[in-house]
Structures are given as C-alpha cells and as structure tokens.
C-alpha cells in the first residue's frame, strides 16, 4: 500500500520560516567582540538569512559550493547557519583554534569557495590565507573601517537581488560540513545532510533531552565553529526560543553576567567552561540574580561527579550529554529515570555522571573481543553507533572507511561499560586507556575523582610505560597552593579505587595542555612524560 502522506522534505528552511512567521519579535542578542550587546529578531535573521542566500547565487555560489565561516558566535554566524543552506550551498565552519597550517589544510582539503570572517579575526586570516583556496572574502565588520583589503559582509547582503527565487532543497542536500578537532590524527570533515540536521533538532528539543521550548532564553557557549554548536541553535530556532551568543567573552564573569541579564534558562559548554563557572558562583553565590531552573548542558568530556553536586547546591542543573563530531554530535543524555526505582543520593550522582542513554533513532551497541557486552556496569567495550545523524564517511577520505563497520556501525573509539538500566559510561577513548598488567584502568575515572579533592582545579591521567607493567596510570595535576600532598590524595582515592589503579606519580603543573576544543591533550602528556617511570618502583611492585 502506498502512504498518503505528503512528500514534505526536512530542511532547515521551514525551520526558518516558522521562527519569522510564529515568533519574529523574539530576540537573537549578541554580545559583540568589543562587548556591547547586539539585538535582531527572527524576523530580521530570515530577512538576511534569505538576502544572504539571494547574494551568494548572484556571486556564482552553485549547489553542495562550500562558504566557509571563521567567527565567533553571533546573529551573523547564525545568519550564516541557514542562509549558506538556504542557497544550497554547505557551511563550513573553520574551528578559529586551529593552528593556522592546519585551518589552510582544511578549507582546500574542503574546497571552500568564499569566506565570511569577523574583522577581529582578520589577523588570523592573514596567517593562512596565502594558501588557503577562497575565491572572495567576506568581512563582518565590527569595528568600522580597520581593513579595506577585502569585501564588506554588509554590501554583499545589500547587493542580492530582490525576490529572486530560492533553490528547492532535498533533505539529502548537504547543508554544513565540520571537521573533527585532530585529537586523533589529522582533522576529517563530516557532511550534515538538511535531514540530519532537522532530525538531531527534534530529538534535542524531547522532553528526555533538553526540553526545550519557545520560553526558553538559549545560550551556546559551545563555539558555533564547532559541530554546529551542538546543534543549539538550530534547535533554538525550530522552537522559536530566544538566543544569546556570547561572542568570544567567554569567562565565567562575562557568561553569568550576560546569563543574569538576558535570564539564559540553558546554555551549553565543555567541562573546563563549567568549573570556571562553578568556582565564580562558589565565590560569590549572592553576586548573580540566575534564572530560576537554569539547566547547563555539559559535553566534549566528562564533568567530574563533584561539579554536578556542587551546581545542585546552586540550583542549577547540569545535564550530562555525549557526542562526537561524527554524530552531529548529540548520541545520548543523561537524566535519572523512574524506571531506576529508589536509589540513594550517591547512586543518584554516580548516575548522573554517566553519559546516559541514546537518544531516539541513535542506535548504539557495545562490543569487545567477546562480541556484545553484558549489561553489567562492569565489563568494557567499544560503543559503535547508527542513526539518521550518523556519519557513514568522511569527506574525501576513503582511505579512513575502517572507522565503520563492515556492516555499516560507526566506530567510536570510545570505550564504556553499560549498566542493567543501558546508562553507558565512557570510561576512556580506546588509546587513553592504561593497560597494567594485563588489567585495564580507566584514566577519565581518576581525573574525575582527582577533581573531587579540595584545592585540585584539572587532573589528566596518563599511561606511562613501565618495564614490568607494561603501563602505570600517572596523574598530572593542576591545584591551588598549597597543594595537596601526594599521600594525602593517595589515600582519598584509595577509598574508591583498588590499590593496583592508584597512580603512580602525583606531578604537579602550572597547567595542562588543551586541544582546540578544550578537551585535554593527553597525547602531548604521554609524550612528555614518556619515560618518567623507567626502571622506577612503583606502588603496583
Ligand atoms: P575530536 O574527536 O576531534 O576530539 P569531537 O569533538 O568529535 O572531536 O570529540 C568527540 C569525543 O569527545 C568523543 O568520542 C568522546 O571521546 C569525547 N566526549 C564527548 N562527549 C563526552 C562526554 N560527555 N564524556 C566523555 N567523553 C566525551
């Protein structure tokens, strides 16, 4: 039998459209690089989301052409996200964090054809764009005048043609490209499909996810040069919520305050972004008038138990989220459920530290040498993952097909236990994990509970070579003076891990280094430390 139903494709377009049609006096606010505050609507953001669009087909841009973006989050940015679709063309978000070598690598490894950069960022620019492929550059300027080397943004909008009509779209036109951030290898570009986009959209706003709706007041602090923000704003436009991009100010200070005035109810960061924000709230509880049930959603790592605690003590909730540029990125959250049934206030915390459960239409499996994992919380495996936002390939790289399955699974690398209820929690990517004596540790469990010791601000555990264990765990830290004594943090991780997973070495750093996501670098770590445990005794002897 044939369905009834129309064939209505899922684009970003009716997305757009409804925000202007439903909601056009909501506000976009942006908080520029030299700080003042910026106001737009939906109305104004389809207006020149659509004039965007009109003017890169009248400069030439044709179907699936790549515009790149260098900037930071804000209503242009965002004007971007749906006005390069909108022309058929795909957004290519250039990560501004990257080394510049690697940024001109990537825009000709993606062929973008034009860019749309802040003027802030033009100093950046000139490192790279010697070799880098864009046919013509587009400025947003903000502070009026300080380079006429290139086309200004604004004239290009006001040269598009009136009305012109917009391409027809099909949910399986591509419509923004990403590249991983180069923790692992070289970076490699993913292609997200309008359907991919609007699929991961909906299943964010569920109720099980973020739960969020047109009285929501959004704030992405995840850079939206990276996996599309998370895909918040797009969510946040499908559901009419008003948005609040904080630019490139994103110190605990400048983010409550601008949390305070435009009363953000959710917003969206990595781990490090959240500690610094608990520590300024810690500090000062009474300085910031918060929107009553604020939730923050956390992702990129894993936030350490201890940081949702002490959110809890402020009346903010942190919901645990987990992803990879891969899986556009969201592939599972986390929320206590009643099927759980009572639990203590700890088992409560060690739940809500896991990564949770995938979301609808994510299919996630776990499987080691043994096949399938069991679901007891215990034994570990690679999660391997489907779904509709799910990459089968990468851009251009046939040569990497072996991160997929031969029957189509996207491998991870990240390795996870799973619990009776099908919570799974990442215990490490597969080339973190230390392996001693045959037994394996999980290094993202001893920097979680490293953080959890008073006066300790970042903890990264490493697997250093060792010439009888193979590997030994090694906690590189990160603390306030005075800092904790190596036996006094030995023994309160004594009370959680056997004797054989407590680290061999305390060493205490200035600072740990981070990718351009934020995530910590262990790969620089284990290089440098790399023999640090030669020939040494260890508390495993
Ligand atoms: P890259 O792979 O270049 O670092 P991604 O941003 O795609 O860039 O990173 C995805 C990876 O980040 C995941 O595979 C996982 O290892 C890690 N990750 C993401 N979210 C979490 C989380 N909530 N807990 C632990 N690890 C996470």
Not at 80 to 95: D, E, K, Q, S
Not at 249 to 255: M, Y
Not at 410 to 420: C, E, F, S, Y
Request: hydrophobic share 40%; with cysteine.
């Amino acid at each position: 039998m044939k369905s009834t139903m129309m064939d209505f494709q899922l684009t970003l377009a009716p997305m757009l459209e409804r925000a202007a049609t439903l909601y056009p006096g909501v506000e976009i606010v942006s908080r520029m690089p030299e700080r003042n505050l910026h106001r737009r609507t939906y109305a104004d953001l389809a207006n020149r989301a659509q004039k965007l669009a009109r003017a890169l087909i009248a400069a030439g841009l044709q179907r699936s052409e790549r515009v790149a973006t260098l900037m930071w989050n804000h209503s242009v940015h965002l004007e971007a996200y749906f006005g390069v679709p909108l022309a058929g063309g795909v957004i290519h978000t250039l990560n501004l964090r990257l080394p510049p070598q690697q940024l001109a690598f990537i825009a000709r490894h993606a062929e973008d054809r034009f860019l749309i950069v802040d003027e802030v960022l033009l100093p950046l620019l000139q490192k790279f764009i010697s070799e880098a492929p864009f046919e013509r550059v587009f400025v947003h300027r903000t502070c009026q005048g300080s380079s006429d080397r290139y086309e200004d943004y604004e004239a290009l909008l006001g040269a598009a043609p009136d009305d012109s009509p917009l391409p027809q779209l099909s949910e399986y036109d591509a419509a923004a490209m990403c590249y991983t951030s180069g923790t692992t290898g070289d970076p490699k570009g993913v292609v997200y499909s309008h359907r991919a986009l609007v699929l991961h959209s909906l299943a964010l706003a569920l109720a099980d996810s973020f739960a969020m709706s047109h009285n929501d007041s959004v704030m992405p602090v995840v850079p939206m040069f990276h996996v599309n923000a998370w895909g918040f704003p797009y969510v946040a436009t499908m559901v009419g919520a008003k948005q609040v991009l904080p630019g490139p100010h994103v110190d605990a200070e400048s983010l409550l305050d601008l949390c305070e005035r435009e009363q953000v109810t959710l917003s969206t960061g990595v781990p490090t972004v959240w500690m610094a924000v608990c520590a300024a709230l810690d500090k000062d509880p009474r300085r910031w008038r918060l929107a009553p049930g604020l939730r923050l959603v956390v992702g990129g790592s894993a936030p350490a138990e201890s940081v949702i605690r002490r959110f809890d003590t402020h009346n903010i909730r942190l919901i645990h989220a987990w992803g990879m540029t891969e899986s556009t990125p969201i592939a599972s959250t986390c929320h206590l459920c009643a099927s759980l049934g009572e639990m203590s206030e700890d088992e409560k915390y060690a739940i809500r530290a896991t990564q949770g459960t995938p979301v609808p239409f994510v299919q996630a499996r776990v499987i080691n040498q043994d096949g399938a994992v069991p679901w007891d919380g215990k034994t570990i495996g690679e999660v391997q993952l489907r779904g509709p936002w799910v990459a089968s390939s990468y851009y251009n790289m046939p040569e990497l097909s072996d991160k997929w399955t031969e029957d189509g699974w996207l491998r991870t690398g990240d390795v996870v236990t799973v619990n009776k209820h099908g919570y799974l929690h990442v215990v490490d990517r597969t080339k973190d994990l230390i392996k001693s004596g045959g037994e394996w540790i999980s290094s993202v469990d001893l920097e979680n509970a490293i953080v959890g010791y008073a006066g300790v601000r970042e903890a990264a555990v490493i697997a250093v070579p060792h010439p009888k264990w193979d590997e030994r765990p090694v906690a590189v830290i990160v603390a306030n003076e005075p800092r904790p004594k190596p036996e006094e943090l030995n023994e309160f991780l004594a009370k959680r891990f056997a004797k054989w997973q407590l680290p061999d070495a305390y060493i205490f750093v200035e600072e740990l280094p981070h990718t351009s996501t934020g995530k910590l670098l262990k790969s620089a770590l284990r290089d440098r430390y790399r023999d640090y445990l030669n020939g040494h005794f260890t508390i495993a002897d």
